[in-house]
């Protein structure tokens, strides 16, 4: 009880000061700042997107000097080539202008003065179908021209229906289809929107913990090794021991790294908040932000896995920061632990297109793998609540054991200095460091 009394404050105090010299340093202010302004800009992304395209669009003349054309020929090329938006004031990408064939020679002039993009003439053939003349300086294989190419498919065809007398809207006519589950009612089935949203979450939320990881728990490495290089710790080791330093560091850093990321984080939940008055006042339309199973109980799973995951995770790169002088060396000493890490992100990656496989499920309880696999199983909605329960406890199990072995390779490695640390040293000095 004694040692547990006298860890705390102790470790609070290098606690202390290593998150005031991550914290204060310029590099940390202006790269969380930046981070920051890029994580909020991003999210404006769609608003970027639409403005871009609003402000562009393709004028195309259209000269008829066919006969009998479909009555609705007008009607389906700005429906082909803009969408069925009913909005009336809505951006059309296609600025389309209808002119008889007597006024060929007078648009010719006018696309050639560069009051159109292109000039599309509508005549017959001798096979009495439609032909089409495109006249254009765009790239052919364009998005623009083949957009056009797109939309004459289907004026040809209605052409075509029309003269059998018939159309194409009488073609695609509703007819009675029920879809349902295999188990369960219509209410129930599957929305790809929804199957989407949820996947791009629960890799977004992944990506933010891997991150998360390697980048805070480099820190914690780095900070150890350079202490060390610099003998700062001999002096340290006097008024505290090993297993104090090891968590103050790790409360420190990764107090000084979860700072950071909340700041980006209420940046990106910031951007997606205003992206829709964003929207609004630039483009006179709210789109609004589409939080896809987004929920209080995901966010509240992710926080518990992001802080267990990163504790466990951190620990050992403190252990094998320590048994490197340098912090050149840090980067070779962690790469075990890099690969350890790689793997739970590749297979949580994977594990989201099967999300209910066996082996999916298996790796959830594994401490190493569980904050990525159980938080995308949690996000899918596919758990109950006792494997998450279960899959928590397994992780602080999982923390009980990398402390107490952290702490013991900690101990010896930090005061190996000037040589080339073998594993059968570091289990010889961890037997009987204290």
């Not at 202390?16 to 890029?38: D, H, N, P």
């Not at 800009?41 to 066919?66: E, F, H, K, N, W």
């Not at 003439?121 to 021209?145: E, H, I, K, W, Y």
């Not at 403190?318 to 912090?327: D, E, I, K, P, T």
Request: hydrophobic share 50%; proline share 3%.
């Amino acid at each position: 009880m004694r040692g547990w009394r006298t860890l705390f404050p102790n470790a609070w105090y290098v606690a202390v000061r290593e998150y005031r010299s991550r914290a204060r340093s310029r590099s940390f202010v202006i790269g969380t700042v930046l981070l920051g302004v890029i994580a909020f800009a991003a999210t404006q992304l769609p608003v970027i997107i639409d403005l871009s395209m609003s402000t562009s669009q393709t004028r195309i003349a259209v000269v008829v000097q066919a006969s009998g054309m479909p009555s609705d020929s007008v009607t389906m090329l700005d429906t082909q080539l803009n969408g069925q938006s009913t909005n009336a004031a809505a951006h059309k990408a296609f600025a389309i202008t209808w002119l008889p064939g007597k006024d060929l020679a007078a648009t010719q002039a006018a696309l050639e003065a560069g009051k159109y993009d292109a000039l599309l003439v509508v005549d017959r053939g001798a096979s009495n179908d439609l032909a089409f003349a495109l006249r254009t300086d765009m790239p052919q294989d364009g998005s623009a021209v083949q957009s056009i190419s797109a939309a004459l498919d289907s004026l040809e065809i209605e052409d075509r229906l029309n003269r059998e007398g018939t159309s194409t809207a009488a073609l695609l006519g509703p007819f009675s289809l029920t879809v349902s589950p295999i188990n369960g009612t219509s209410a129930d089935t599957i929305s790809l929107s929804n199957e989407v949203s949820t996947s791009l979450l629960s890799t977004g939320l992944i990506v933010l913990i891997f991150m998360a990881i390697v980048t805070y728990g480099v820190w914690v490495a780095m900070s150890v090794a350079e202490e060390k290089g610099s003998r700062v710790m001999e002096l340290m080791l006097n008024a505290t021991t090993p297993l104090q330093m090891l968590s103050g560091k790790l409360i420190g850093n990764g107090a000084a790294g979860l700072t950071q990321y909340g700041i980006i984080l209420i940046a990106v939940v910031g951007g997606l908040l205003a992206e829709g008055p964003i929207h609004q006042l630039v483009l006179g339309s709210n789109t609004g932000s589409q939080f896809g199973g987004l929920s209080p109980a995901v966010l509240a799973a992710f926080v518990v896995l992001f802080v267990l995951g990163f504790t466990l995770y951190s620990l050992l790169y403190a252990a094998l920061g320590s048994l490197v002088s340098r912090q050149e060396d840090v980067q070779s000493a962690t790469s075990p632990l890099m690969v350890l890490i790689m793997l739970g992100y590749f297979m949580s990656v994977f594990g989201l297109q099967s999300i209910d496989e066996t082996w999916v499920k298996v790796a959830s309880f594994v401490p190493f793998f569980s904050p990525y696999l159980m938080l995308a199983r949690v996000s899918a909605g596919h758990v109950e609540a006792w494997e998450f329960g279960l899959a928590v406890l397994l992780l602080l199990a999982a923390i009980v054991v990398a402390l107490f072995v952290a702490a013991r390779i900690y101990s010896a490695g930090v005061l190996l200095y000037g040589q080339r640390v073998s594993l059968r040293e570091v289990l010889k000095a961890a037997r009987v460091s204290r």
